[in-house]
């Protein structure tokens, strides 16, 4: 019988300046973007070549876009195209009552971290995971390795689109542990299968009006 490889997930000295700048420059681009990606590329100096290469060719690509096309742009990708989700336990969970309990378990971790959420913010969006790794890099990183396999699904979902935000996860990506052999194949389970579906359970959280449909054929 095959042993499941358990990876402990390390953390860096940089990891929470990494992941606070993704998680800025994946926040919906306001009046303060610039003064984000102006951040982003100050922090992208002292990073791993690998984590602030895709990084500094994101700010490159928005600063010389007009906001409101990047605004526009922003909407396209994550409130249109279901295959990019933001909201990680989708990816685990689908629309089941266990998703509600990821969701539940999420603002816990939060909470006894002494770390509060604003009222209009989900626990599970990728902005929202990476602010909190920020803050607390242990338990952030054991959180974004949970959902590895759901982060690149995203991933690749956003390469395949051509979207500049791609180049943020390919940062976040950078910062997590290599897939392993378990990784891989639940990629590969949820490019060919999509997440499990049953349309209950989900309260106290609403769900996204959009969710994604799987991504056609498996990773490269």
């Excluded at 990606?37 to 700010?59: E, G, K, M, N, Q």
């Excluded at 605004?71 to 629309?95: I, N, Q, S």
Aim: proline share 8%; glycine share 6%; charged share 25%.
């Amino acid at each position: 019988m095959k042993r499941k490889t358990t990876r402990t997930a390390r953390t860096e000295s940089w990891h929470p300046h990494a992941w606070q700048a993704q998680s800025l420059l994946l926040a919906y681009p306001d009046e303060r973007f610039a003064q984000r990606l102006a951040l982003a590329d100050r922090v992208a100096a002292a990073l791993p070549d690998s984590v602030a290469r895709p990084l500094v060719r994101f700010t490159a690509h928005a600063e010389q876009t007009a906001p409101a096309d990047l605004a526009a742009a922003y909407v396209a990708t994550f409130d249109h195209r279901k295959r990019c989700c933001p909201y990680l336990t989708y990816y685990a969970y689908g629309d089941t009552r266990k998703r509600g309990i990821g969701l539940l378990r999420l603002k816990q971790t939060y909470a006894a971290a002494g770390w509060r959420l604003g009222d209009d913010e989900l626990p599970d969006h990728l902005a929202v995971v990476l602010e909190f790794a920020a803050t607390d890099p242990a338990a952030g990183a054991r959180l974004l390795t949970e959902h590895r396999a759901g982060l690149e699904l995203l991933r690749l979902a956003l390469n395949d689109d051509g979207s500049p935000w791609a180049q943020v996860l390919d940062s976040v990506s950078a910062t997590l542990p290599a897939l392993a052999g378990d990784d891989r194949q639940a990629v590969m389970r949820l490019a060919a299968q999509g997440p499990p579906e049953e349309q209950v359970g989900l309260d106290p959280y609403a769900s996204p009006v959009f969710l994604p449909d799987p991504v056609v054929g498996g990773p490269r």
